[in-house]
């Protein structure tokens, strides 16, 4: 596909490719994106990097975003990005529809999946486009604890157990930032055995599918792209 070639190119991170992905797509898609609303669904208030991205990059003047993270202190190059801060499977607060919506390294975090498809297609324009990026199941290394296959364990279980404190002990993954500091890895590791019990919920890619058929017409996986030419990475679906 020529006309889209500007998504072919190495990135630094997934948020340049986001952008490339929505000026792509909203080509594609016959969506004017310049006009057009975009919601940034998770947005990491209060920094908001993509959002922060995208105002630099110029191409989206009608900015939102919403997270469960506090929004203020925003700083003065999101003065004029409409965030707000919604409590867990809250509805958007916003009583306007969206052109586009961006799901950036959300989906795994929440675990009735099933409600947040369900708004964000209520939240969707009619011919409007979602670009989310996630981890799935099939994944090898764990993005956010960094262990080999860690997220196929039952959570809880004997060997997840095990496995997070033979990582501690051993400085593996993302325990080595605390190779010097024994207090701080103790607390770090109680951290993540929450953390991971209860904010990470992996499903596999063929049970997204299946999900997001529900409440979304037309499904494409364009991971290739993603796994090619940014660093192997797996989870664009649009």
Request: aromatic share 10%; with cysteine; proline share 3%.
């Amino acid at each position: 596909i020529k006309k889209h070639q500007i998504i072919l190119k190495i990135q630094s991170d997934n948020r340049e490719f986001i952008c490339d992905l929505i000026l792509c797509f909203s080509s594609k898609k016959n969506i004017d994106i310049k006009n057009g609303k975009l919601l940034d669904f998770g947005c990491g208030a209060p920094k908001s990097l993509l959002l922060k991205k995208l105002k630099e990059r110029g191409f989206c003047k009608n900015l939102f975003g919403v997270d469960v993270i506090p929004t203020q202190n925003i700083t003065n190059s999101l003065s004029k990005i409409n965030i707000k801060k919604i409590e867990p499977y809250q509805k958007i607060p916003f009583e306007e529809g969206f052109d586009l919506i961006i799901c950036n390294q959300v989906f795994e975090h929440i675990e009735k999946i099933d409600i947040i498809f369900k708004q964000l297609s209520e939240n969707l324009n009619k011919g409007g486009l979602i670009i989310a990026a996630f981890p799935t199941k099939e994944i090898i290394l764990e993005p956010h604890i960094k262990l080999p296959l860690f997220h196929r364990i039952r959570k809880n279980s004997f060997l997840y157990n095990l496995y997070l404190e033979i990582a501690c002990a051993f400085n593996l993954g993302s325990f080595s930032k605390f190779k010097n500091d024994p207090a701080g890895k103790k607390k770090n590791l109680e951290h993540r055995k929450v953390y991971m019990d209860k904010d990470i919920h992996y499903r596999s890619l063929k049970k997204y599918y299946k999900m997001l058929k529900v409440d979304f017409g037309s499904i494409e996986d364009i991971s290739d792209y993603y796994c090619k030419y940014s660093r192997g990475k797996k989870g664009i679906v649009s």
